[in-house]
Antibody
């Protein structure tokens, strides 16, 4: 069974940093591209970043470039999102998701982890 | 950036009736279009990909159609568990973009 479990969310002050993790199991992690998607409270879905199966290719939403860094460790079956210079508008539930195919739709999603940026 | 526009924003439907949701892309996305269902407090669930292919385990009452810029998600004979928010998403080009969502509520 495919499982994606996010962790690392919490309350952080504006300007602070946070690192999210996503532990994957039930599939060969190293052969799938992955992504992060976020959802602000009461709002819609917003793509954050994607990373290829090897980690060699990475794409970011323009509005986040330079502040967020996506990475992965295939030996640990884990996906990460390093978030720096956090702002109130980054408050959201962050989901990790597996791509159904390279750079594709998301066929499996984690349960999400809430990041709250507030003083 | 490809803008995805969903309509209507809210659809009131009685159980057993049909629901038809629309998604329009600001430029062609070919058939690189997915639909997701999200219930309150839960993660999205993939329903349709490739504009018309049902994901694993999705009931046949869900169907997708369209290509290019106009897409439709149809739910025939709505069940109680189908009342939720539905999102379309294009994966034709970067950045990946979602529609604003369409809520299907009980009439």
């Amino acid at each position: 069974e495919v499982q994606l479990v996010e962790s690392g969310g919490g309350l952080v002050k504006p300007g602070g940093s946070l690192r999210l993790s996503c532990a994957a199991s039930g599939f060969t992690f190293s052969t799938y591209s992955m992504k992060w998607v976020r959802q602000a409270p009461g709002k819609g879905l917003e793509w954050v970043a994607s990373i290829s199966s090897s980690g060699s290719y990475i794409y970011y939403a323009d509005s986040l470039k330079g502040r967020f860094t996506i990475s992965r460790d295939n030996a640990k079956n884990s996906l990460y999102l390093q978030m720096n210079s956090l702002r109130a508008e980054d408050t959201a539930v962050y989901y990790c998701a597996r791509d159904g195919g390279p750079w594709d739709y998301s066929d499996y999603w984690g349960q999400g982890t809430l990041v709250t940026v507030s003083s | 950036e490809i803008v995805m526009t969903q309509s209507p924003a809210t659809l009131s439907v009685s159980p057993g009736e049909r629901a038809t949701l629309s998604c329009r892309a600001s430029q062609s996305v070919s058939s690189n279009l997915a639909w997701y269902q999200q219930k309150r407090g839960l993660a999205p669930r993939l329903l349709i990909y490739g504009a018309s292919t049902r994901a694993t385990g999705i009931p046949a009452r869900f169907s997708g159609s369209g290509s290019g810029t106009e897409f439709t998600l149809t739910i025939t004979s709505l069940q109680s568990e189908d009342f939720a928010v539905y999102y379309c998403q294009q994966y034709y080009n970067w950045p990946l973009t979602f529609g604003g969502g369409a809520k299907v509520e009980i009439k």
